[in-house]
């Protein structure tokens, strides 16, 4: 059934449909159901109906046959439905495990991108981590070699801390290349800003 489909069978003579086989009517079907304007406008006057059922039980759906003269042999119209619902639960049930198939491999293909994307991020954080020693190691030696008072200090102290801004981009990397839980933490956007003012 449509999942926007409303149709209340509360004090009709289908009341009691859902876990029956079937629910025929070969006649005078419009004076039964006399609130379904739609059987009305068709003028039907017979109708036939088996319900659709899954491997498991489960509802699926209805399969209504109705016809606009009374039915004549209503038992074999009866039989034929149900061997036509239970062709068609067949077929919605293998449509759905299809589709369902087709959702897992996409996302099975996804989880696989996103691994390798993983595996590419920790290697280039590897590789990044051994620059940024250099810069770091650089950076260092010429702070040793400048005074506290050296105009020039300021310009090894911002690389240095260019450098531990970037290590821990790379370690955000890292992170995201292994399959671990990652620590939140409390962030403030005004010592952020504050810090990219003078880089």
């Not at 034929?80 to 449509?95: P, Q, W």
């Not at 010429?142 to 050296?150: A, M, S």
């Not at 955000?172 to 290349?177: G, H, I, V, Y």
Request: contains cysteine.
């Amino acid at each position: 059934l449509a999942s926007n489909f409303d149709y209340h069978l509360a004090h009709t003579p289908c009341e009691t449909v859902v876990g029956r086989t079937s629910c025929t009517y070969p006649h005078s079907i419009r004076r039964q159901f006399p609130l379904d304007h739609l059987l009305d406008e068709m003028k039907i006057e017979s109708y036939v109906g088996a319900p659709l059922w899954d491997s498991a039980g489960r509802p699926l759906g209805l399969l209504v046959a109705m016809s606009r003269r009374p039915l004549s042999n209503p038992q074999i119209v009866d039989a034929m439905l149900r061997i036509f619902a239970g062709r068609a639960a067949t077929e919605i049930e293998r449509a759905r495990a299809e589709e369902a198939l087709r959702v897992s491999e996409a996302q099975l293909l996804q989880s696989q991108k996103m691994e390798a994307v993983g595996r590419l991020a920790g290697g280039i954080a590897h590789d990044f981590n051994n620059l940024l020693t250099i810069v770091t190691g650089c950076s260092e030696t010429l702070l040793r070699r400048l005074g506290p008072e050296d105009p020039l200090r300021r310009y090894p102290e911002e690389i240095k801390k260019a450098g531990a801004r970037a290590a821990g981009l790379t370690s955000q990397l890292l992170a995201f290349s292994r399959p671990q839980v990652h620590q939140t933490r409390r962030l403030d956007l005004n010592e952020v800003v504050a810090n990219m003012e003078t880089l």
